[in-house]
């Protein structure tokens, strides 16, 4: 009776686990960021999702076109995703999350354990 139990919390935990999966956000697509100095690619890249510079306008910060970030992200809900944030270049790894609408995203990345923020708002190319 134990076993016929788990099996049914274990399915029902399954099910459950793929229906959210499959309504989590998904911030693939083209972006360009609030300021409009950049024009960045998120896709998915191996089991990680990838922010690629496209395009940018002031490299005097050191953006180029070309560099990628790469994001560990996990549902957190329907419209949010939370993980990490590598960035090769800067050799630096952010807290980020990233929140998913229709056409528009809302980034916030954070270093030193979530005392030094950013936020940053991007809108769907056309």
């Not at 950013?118 to 991007?122: E, I, K, P």
């Given at each position: 009776m134990r076993l016929a139990i788990l099996a049914a919390y274990a399915a029902v935990?399954?099910?459950?686990t793929a229906s959210y999966a499959q309504?989590?956000?998904?911030?693939s697509g083209?972006?360009?960021?609030d300021d409009g100095n950049a024009r960045v690619r998120i896709a998915p890249c191996g089991?990680?999702?990838c922010a690629t510079n496209l395009w940018?306008?002031?490299t005097s910060k050191g953006e180029e076109a070309g560099d990628r970030?790469?994001?560990?992200?996990e549902p957190k809900s329907p419209?949010?995703?939370a993980g990490t944030a590598y960035d090769a270049k800067r050799d630096r790894t952010y807290s980020i999350t990233v929140q998913v609408s229709d056409r528009s995203l809302l980034t916030r990345g954070c270093i030193l354990g979530g005392v030094l923020c950013?936020?940053?708002?991007?809108q769907l190319a056309r």
């Open positions: 935990i399954s099910t459950a309504q989590s956000a998904d911030p083209v972006w360009l960021r089991s990680n999702i940018i306008r002031d970030l790469v994001m560990s992200l419209d949010t995703l950013r936020n940053v708002h991007w």
